[in-house]
Every structure is written in structure tokens, then in C-alpha cells.
Nanobody, 120 residues
Framework: QVQLQESGPGLVKPSQTLSLTCTVS??????????WSWSRQPPGKGLEWMGA???????YYSPSLKSRTSISRDTSKNQFTLQLSSVTPEDTAVYYC????????????WGQGTQVTVSS
């Protein structure tokens, strides 16, 4: 059973960089052909895909967030990390990490989500 757990600060000041880590257990983030993603849901809005890192280490980003987003991984810890720079209150959301298992299975495992509030 694969489990994902988000961690990071719940409060970030405007203009700072938000950094979240997703720790994966029960499966390796380098296993073919899974993709490990970040999404977020602002209050009262729908889920927004932010980006992903593939089993190979390749990264993919939402065009609307690409200039501010970076996803990396630490294979020794089986973790992948989201960094979102120059945050504003509009970045306040519940952030989720998830595993994409392909077009047939879709997203098959999700973290529970972590609330991040951007406020001074």
C-alpha cells in the first residue's frame, strides 16, 4: 500500500517561498512509470494541477505557475518537494501530492493534503 504524506509550514509570508515535501512509503518514486504530482485547492475553488516529477526525474509544470514553481526529489529519502516562489495571499490553499499511474489508472494515491496560508 502506497502512502503519501505532505509536510511543511502552514503559514508563509507574502513574497517568500513556499516549500512542501511529500514523503512516499510503500513504493519507490523511481519506479517505472509513475509520475508524482502536486495540486492545490484554494478556498471555494476547484483543484488546480501545479506540476509533476516523473520516475525518471523529468519535471513538468503548469504553464500558469511555471515561472514560480520548482519540483525536485531526494531519492535517498523517497521524497519529492514543491517550491513556489513569490507567494501572495492568492496562493492560500490546501496542497496535495499524488501519484499518477497512467491514463488507465489515473491518480491512484493521494496525500491527505496540507493547508498553507499566505499572510503577513
Amino acid at each position: 500500500q502506497v502512502q503519501l504524506q505532505e509536510s511543511g509550514p502552514g503559514l508563509v509570508k507574502p513574497s517568500q517561498t513556499l516549500s512542501l515535501t511529500c514523503t512516499v512509503s510503500g513504493g519507490s518514486i523511481t519506479t517505472n512509470y509513475y509520475y508524482w504530482s502536486w495540486s492545490r485547492q484554494p478556498p471555494g475553488k476547484g483543484l488546480e494541477w501545479m506540476g509533476a516529477i516523473a520516475y525518471s526525474g523529468s519535471t513538468y509544470y503548469s504553464p500558469s505557475l511555471k515561472s514560480r514553481t520548482s519540483i525536485s526529489r531526494d531519492t535517498s529519502k523517497n521524497q519529492f518537494t514543491l517550491q513556489l516562489s513569490s507567494v501572495t495571499p492568492e496562493d492560500t490553499a490546501v496542497y496535495y501530492c499524488a501519484r499518477w499511474a497512467g491514463w488507465d489508472a489515473g491518480y491512484d494515491y493521494w496525500g491527505q493534503g496540507t493547508q498553507v496560508t499566505v499572510s503577513s
